[in-house]
């Protein structure tokens, strides 16, 4: 038997089972993810057999087959998922076409984000963008040690475009890389100073919208061909940002606009 308590608060939900001792049996996060208690002997069996069966990341990489070497650079690619339960509207985008379902299987075409054909004066844009600069709880962009931070980064600079780009530099640069289980918070990840691409995803958000840039978080898979390991889509995050029009970056891995093999699944 179990407790369920769900919590609202600014624009965050979450849903939680305790049991009678308090201890925490499953959580619904607001980030999409769903966690479920278990013993660390069962985590890191989730992959029997698995040459990295220590390594969570590894173990729980989605392998492909039909790439060879890294994709650093590529403009197109097509994949087709197996198995994947997804909802195929959530996965059309400017970035990415859905070409059709082949014996069940989804066949989708993804593109690298393209240089932005025109952009704008920081604080120009559509009606439709401006959800996109709210405060909640996990990014309160309103407050004024992010304001003040993110007006030292962009200086005099007032083209949405180039502010982004600076923002995103700085967060690739200032932000130690390491591997961090948690819900990020922008204000935590600014004072810690690290964490994995969540916490630079969330930063770069939070920056953004404290200097009047719309910007939105992605969650999705990019392909990665680490040494001594086959290539496979590893779970990532990353942001985009409305500049003139919406624009796909990764502060994570310092890149002004994502490649070709980040597969966005949810937003």
Known sequence: ESVVIRTYYQGMESLAWLDSQGQMLRQET????T???CTAEEALAIRPGSASAADLITALAVPCRGVSGNL???????VRLKGASVDTQALASARQTIAGLDGGDLRLILA???EPRRTAPIGVFPESARPWLASIAAVPADHPVLRRKAQAILGAE???WAAARLLNQWVHGNLVQEPTVSLPAALDVLERGAGDCNEHTILFVALARAAGIPARFHAGLVYAALPGRPGAFYYHAWPSVFVGEWVEMDPTHGLDRVGASHLAVTE
């Open 30 to 33: 607001p980030m999409g993810w």
């Open 112 to 114: 690298a984000q393209a």
């Open 35 to 37: 966690l479920a208690r």
């Open 72 to 78: 650093t650079g590529a403009q197109s690619l097509t």
């Open 158 to 160: 007032t083209n949405a």
